[in-house]
């Protein structure tokens, strides 16, 4: 690891003065590297949360990176896996980030249709004694983090008891019996946690260590304790001084997010009225009514994503001598998304923000340091005009899906509409999502790639 005493200005330059010298590229070393995604973070997530955060005229931390590049998300169909996909999951878009493969959804570092593991980061990162971190706002078994260290055909199998003929949910059964140990697999998701080798995972999901293991009378968190982590479950731990491997899991599942729509509501249907019933074009809509956003109280005494960032990082450069790969996701961007809810995906790409900051201070003191900035893929939520294009031909024209207009701090109200489907539960999109950089990655990434580029783009720089 590199640290330096020079100017923050100084440091900030530097990547690009070598970039000059060397002929518009950076010079090989191997560094750090910190991959920070957004799960669900596509271009209209960041635009409603710069609206809310810092206002139309603003610019998120996210905003001043010096590099943006587009990236082109990838996905192939199970029963055939020549024939592409548009819309990916987390599974097998952060399976394309973590190992350079392009799989099925639903998928963990296994490939489609044959099923065989797939080499990923942190398998890699070992053979190299590169140090290893996982800090989510999910559950450390869920699809993104999976994915960096785990191997099983689906990822609903995060513990020992959701292996065969589980109920992932709505009569939506799955089975990992090719991945049970009694058949030669690796185990449950969360078993595969304490064999990866891992050196710090912090999040939620608590509930997938407390099972049982495979063919053992103990618990995964017991076997986790014998492995040499030092296990964790509240703010206070995370602030003690620890050493060694760190588990935390601070909430049974997804952790809290920060905010929640006024007295917890979501985007709801516009109101049509009585006449509306017999021709779309006679009598009149009403608009939900427009909702601040307001502290989640189960968020209290949650440890933040930027909180859990910088331990991480406390804890990987114990040993200066060794580089690091760190993830950091914020993950219910996509989970409120899902819900229909704004201000609570507004306040996770808050803490994505915030977590960025961290980052970027250390980055500041070990220019050795690539951070990346992206998403897994896009989600369902775009921002909408208060008023049509049509609204002087007074008929009842509205939005088809649900809206939820919130009241900003600039003192307007921001109308974002959710229309994937008319189910409960909003579904993902085929948009291309963003990636952006610290200096470091200036003349190393293109204007725009495909998904599992960024795994070369991550191993080239641990490994050179």
């Known amino acids: 690891m590199v640290n330096s005493s020079l100017s923050v200005s100084v440091r900030a330059l530097l990547p690009l003065l070598l970039a000059f010298l060397g002929g518009f590229s950076i010079p090989a070393m191997a560094g750090n590297v910190i991959l920070i995604i957004g799960d669900g973070m596509d271009d209209n997530q960041i635009t409603i949360a710069r609206n809310y955060l810092v206002g139309s005229r603003g610019k998120l931390l996210v905003d001043r990176l010096p590099l943006r590049s587009a990236v082109q998300v990838v996905t192939v169909d199970e029963e055939n896996p020549q024939r592409p996909l548009y819309v990916a999951d987390s599974a097998n878009s952060a399976t394309s980030m973590a190992t350079g493969a392009i799989t099925s959804p639903g998928r963990i570092g296994t490939t489609a249709g044959s099923d065989k593991d797939i080499v990923n980061l942190v398998e890699l990162a070992k053979q190299h004694s590169?140090?290893?971190?996982?800090?989510?706002?999910?559950?450390?078994?869920?699809?993104?983090?999976?994915?960096?260290?785990?191997?099983?055909?689906?990822?609903?199998?995060?513990?020992?008891s959701a292996?065969?003929?589980?109920?992932?949910?709505?009569?939506?059964?799955?089975?990992?019996?090719?991945?049970?140990?009694?058949?030669?697999?690796?185990?449950?998701?969360?078993?595969?946690?304490?064999?990866?080798?891992v050196d710090v995972a912090l999040g939620g999901g608590m509930k997938h260590f407390t099972p049982d293991a495979e063919g053992s009378k103990s618990s995964v968190l017991t076997l986790a304790t014998q492995a040499g982590?030092?296990?964790?479950?509240?703010?206070?731990?995370?602030?003690?001084?620890?050493?060694?491997?760190?588990?935390?899991?601070?909430?049974?599942?997804t952790m809290p997010v920060r905010w929640h729509g006024e007295d917890g509501r979501s985007a709801e249907k516009p109101e049509t009225s009585f006449m509306n019933?017999?021709?779309?074009?006679?009598?009149?809509?009403?608009?939900?009514?427009?909702?601040?956003?307001?502290?989640?109280?189960?968020?209290?005494?949650m440890p933040s994503l930027a909180s859990m960032s910088k331990v991480a990082l406390t804890e990987l450069t114990?040993?200066?001598?060794?580089?690091?790969?760190?993830?950091?996701?914020?993950?219910?961007?996509?989970?409120?998304?899902?819900?229909?809810?704004?201000?609570?995906?507004?306040?996770?790409?808050?803490?994505?923000?915030?977590?960025l900051a961290v980052a970027l201070e250390f980055s500041d003191a070990n220019i050795d340091t690539l951070i990346l900035v992206t998403a897994d893929h896009g989600h369902a939520a775009q921002i909408l005009s208060e008023r049509t294009i049509y609204e002087a031909l007074g008929v009842p024209i509205h939005s088809p899906g649900l809206v939820a207009?919130?009241?900003?701090?600039?003192?307007?109200?921001?109308?974002?509409?959710?229309?994937?489907?008319?189910?409960?539960?909003?579904?993902?999109?085929?948009?291309?999502?963003?990636?952006?950089?610290?200096?470091?990655?200036?003349?190393?990434?293109?204007?725009m790639i495909t998904q599992p580029e960024i795994f070369t783009i991550v191993k080239d720089y641990l490994l050179d």
């Open 130 to 160: 590169i140090k290893i971190g996982l800090v989510t706002t999910a559950s450390i078994t869920d699809a993104t983090p999976a994915s960096f260290y785990a191997h099983v055909n689906d990822r609903g199998c995060e513990n020992p």
């Open 163 to 197: 292996m065969v003929d589980f109920e992932k949910y709505a009569g939506v059964i799955v089975d990992c019996s090719p991945d049970l140990k009694a058949n030669g697999g690796l185990g449950s998701i969360s078993e595969q946690l304490i064999n990866s080798g």
């Open 229 to 253: 982590y030092t296990v964790i479950g509240n703010a206070d731990q995370l602030a003690g001084d620890h050493g060694g491997k760190l588990l935390g899991l601070f909430s049974p599942s």
């Open 277 to 301: 019933m017999f021709h779309p074009m006679l009598g009149s809509v009403t608009y939900p009514e427009p909702m601040n956003c307001e502290d989640n109280p189960d968020y209290a005494g």
């Open 318 to 355: 114990a040993d200066t001598n060794t580089s690091f790969f760190l993830m950091i996701e914020s993950a219910s961007i996509d989970k409120q998304a899902h819900e229909r809810k704004a201000c609570g995906s507004i306040g996770e790409l808050q803490q994505l923000d915030e977590a």
């Open 405 to 447: 207009r919130i009241k900003t701090p600039e003192g307007a109200v921001m109308t974002v509409n959710y229309a994937t489907n008319n189910f409960v539960s909003e579904e993902h999109t085929g948009i291309s999502v963003p990636l952006l950089s610290n200096s470091v990655g200036v003349g190393k990434i293109p204007a």
